[in-house]
């Protein structure tokens, strides 16, 4: 792993994009890595573009700055490639996670003929297919995961176990849900 | 010696208030402070803490209130931001001046207007002459650790003066970061149980609080409240030691970051300390002699101890984020300098704006400042002394 | 030890109590309030009834009652306003300068 790994988050108001931050950072600490989740707050309401970040490192972590050279962007919902530029900034090495029904060839075009490493995550199927209702930060979540590699996948799935079951306590029933959506997004992505 | 764990700053603070277990908390919400009364309005109302949770219908009312319940003989706390500090103004000085050691969390935010939600620093630097101890964080970790010596430096019988703890907000107020957090039963047997020697609810010895002092007594009044703040440096660094025992963390007045040689360096408040600390690596790798002195305590200021961490560098840039509107500088560069020129310092100084209404502090921003401060050394040439970081300017300018 | 009485305008900074607070109740008394007037109300014994209407309309508490009747006005303390002689029902306090022989 390089020294720090920087993510960048794109979402809109609303759809927790902050929220899946904030979770990676606490899956992340349990590895015992130094880890840093934080939004960028403006005046943003439901529906507005939104930015968070992560930081990942084994030293630790003293900058407070946002991130400007992420290693990953990852977004949340693909109408924003209109709007934001996603790929400001990002590594040649970086690669670009993004949440789209689209054909690889139509967002490599809507993102302007990037060349770039591309991911993306039908987190819409997954999320309608295992909780019924669309959450895309759990699956966006569990492709953070996988691709930066930042954490075992057995290790991740105990930890979101444990705390789906601590988040979820009064309504057990969409635990299983959850679970179903990250380990399917896990095995969507090659 | 702690347990690991992640939290934003604002549930680090929170977390250190419900192990310290405040007997009052009157507050108002305002952002970005809002979710530490929310934090502790739950933990009072899931009996986790037996504090009296006062909501109150302004800020104003939340200082009077904690006020009251301070003079009557409670452990008290109070949290705000930016014009909520603004309006508790007047009750500050009160606070104050009837030594009473009541604590305030305060998550620094931009004064408006233009309005804005952002962190710098107007809102404390405003209040930095109403007579309150202030002490800054870089870090969630270290605005817990503040949080749970505050106490024990306010109610000490020889400063019994209100305390502002404060750290940025949301750089550190809604960052989820490591943190190290003790055991409850630590905090607690280290802060103790508040026994005020004089409180309104005693009965065997009634008191009057906040007299009117004419003429004759008011400058006598002044002069005692100043001593009580110059007593905070020892106590800070009594209870410093005392935490370093329980917690394996050492504190002091301010921090010096490689200053044990470095010929250049940079004075700074919060959390761009530790992006300072990122650009002084840099520049260290490199062979150039950079560091940092971050300040922990700014009120009272420690004006020798700092002259006397900068007596051998060449040159130095105080970083205020905040304006002064003096047409010269801000608090922190008024201050730094001053103290300069009574040590007979000969180094160059300059006065940077930066960070205003959370405008974003890089390890670039830093290296730009240490890359003038070398110009300036190099050439001898000072220039203008007030200047602003990161700021928008026309090309002509 | 009366801490009240240490605060005056010779005591020195180091000796004042700590915040001004001050940690004698009803200290009011100790002050001679009573010496700023320059007209005083005065008794007429014959036509006073003890309804004792004037003891709670004064401001300064400086009319006492003792068994059920009015006692003597506390000139020390009354900063001769008046109330007490408009409030009489029959004309019993009258409000009459005070000489300057009278004051201490």
Redesign the interface.
């Known amino acids: 792993m390089k020294d720090m790994i920087e993510i960048r988050w794109h979402g809109r108001g609303g759809q927790g994009a902050k929220t899946a931050a904030l979770l990676l950072t606490d899956v992340v600490f349990q590895t015992g890595k130094y880890v840093q989740g934080f939004p960028e707050y403006g005046p943003e309401r439901m529906g507005a573009p939104i930015t968070a970040y992560n930081r990942i490192s084994d030293r630790e972590i003293r900058v407070h700055s946002n991130i400007y050279e992420p290693d990953y962007v990852i977004v949340v919902d693909s109408s924003l490639l209109h709007v934001a530029d996603v790929l400001a900034g990002l590594k040649e090495d970086g690669a670009l996670i993004i949440n789209t029904e689209d054909s690889e060839e139509e967002v490599r075009r809507q993102l302007g003929g990037y060349q770039g490493r591309l991911y993306m995550v039908d987190a819409k199927k997954i999320s309608l297919a295992t909780l019924g209702k669309y959450f895309p930060n759990t699956p966006m979540l569990a492709a953070a995961v996988k691709i930066t590699g930042v954490m075992d996948e057995a290790e991740f799935l105990s930890a979101m176990e444990e705390s789906f079951q601590h988040k979820f306590a009064k309504k057990p029933e969409v635990i299983e849900g959850n679970m179903k959506a990250l380990r399917m997004t896990l095995e969507s992505i090659q | 010696m702690g347990k690991k764990?992640?939290m934003s700053g604002n549930e680090a603070v929170a977390n250190a208030l419900r192990q310290i277990n405040p007997d009052v908390m009157p507050a108002f919400p305002i952002t970005?402070s809002t979710e530490i009364p929310q934090f502790m309005a739950t933990f009072a109302a899931n009996g986790l803490i037996d504090t009296e949770f006062i909501p109150v219908e302004s800020e104003h009312s939340s200082m009077s209130a904690s006020i009251g319940a301070e003079a009557a003989g409670a452990r008290t706390v109070t949290a705000t931001s930016s014009c909520g500090l603004a309006f508790m103004w007047e009750e500050l000085f009160i606070a104050a001046?009837?030594?009473?050691p009541l604590a305030l969390t305060l998550v620094n935010r931009a004064l408006s207007g233009p309005i804005n939600?952002?962190c710098d620093h107007s809102d404390s630097m405003g209040a930095r002459d109403a007579g309150w101890i202030q002490l800054y964080a870089e870090t969630n970790q270290e605005a817990y650790d503040n949080m749970i010596m505050a106490y024990r430096i306010a109610e000490h019988k020889d400063v019994?003066l209100p305390i502002m703890i404060c750290q940025?907000g949301?750089?550190?107020s809604?960052?989820?970061?490591?943190i190290e957090v003790l055991e409850d039963d630590v905090v607690k047997k280290f802060v103790g149980e508040y026994t005020p020697d004089?409180y309104l609810l005693n009965k065997e010895?009634?008191?009057?609080?906040?007299?009117y002092?004419v003429s004759?007594?008011y400058?006598?009044?002044k002069?005692?409240?100043a001593?009580a703040l110059r007593n905070v440096k020892r106590v800070a660094l009594e209870v410093a030691a005392e935490y370093e025992q329980i917690s394996g963390r050492k504190y002091g007045l301010f921090e010096e970051y490689r200053m044990e040689d470095a010929e250049y360096a940079v004075v700074i408040i919060g959390?761009?300390a530790?992006?300072a600390?990122?650009a002084v690596d840099r520049l260290r790798d490199k062979g150039i002699k950079a560091g940092v002195i971050k300040i922990r305590f700014f009120r009272p200021f420690p004006a020798a101890e700092i002259t006397a961490a900068l007596k051998n560098v060449k040159a130095v840039a105080v970083m205020d984020r905040c304006e002064g509107f003096s047409d010269h500088g801000g608090p922190l560069g008024a201050d730094t300098i001053s103290a300069m020129y009574q040590a007979n310092l000969n180094a160059y100084a300059v006065n940077y704006i930066y960070g205003l209404g959370?405008r974003?502090?890089?390890?670039e921003?830093i290296l730009e400042v240490f890359a003038a401060l070398q110009e300036i050394v190099s050439t001898g040439k000072v220039g203008e002394t007030y200047r602003y970081l990161g700021l928008r300017d026309r090309k002509d300018a | 030890m009366n801490e009240f009485s240490k605060l005056n305008e010779t005591t020195p900074w180091q000796e004042l109590t700590e915040g001004m607070k001050i940690f004698t109740g009803g200290n009011s008394r100790d002050f001679n309030t009573g010496e700023w007037t320059t007209i005083k109300p005065v008794v007429n014994e014959e036509k006073c009834r003890h309804c004792l209407i004037c003891t709670p309309v004064c401001p300064d508490s400086a009319i006492p009652v003792t068994e059920s009747r009015r006692g003597t006005i506390d000139y020390a303390h009354c900063k001769g306003c008046g109330i007490c002689a408009k409030a009489c029902p029959f004309g019993a306090i009258e409000m009459k300068p005070v000489k300057p022989a009278e004051k201490r």
């Open positions: 764990d992640r970005p001046s009837n030594r009473l939600i952002n019994r940025d949301f750089i550190t809604h960052a989820v970061m490591n004089d010895r009634p008191m009057a609080v906040g007299p002092a004759g007594f400058m006598e009044a002069r005692q409240q001593e959390s761009a530790g992006t600390k990122d959370g974003d502090v890089k390890v921003s």
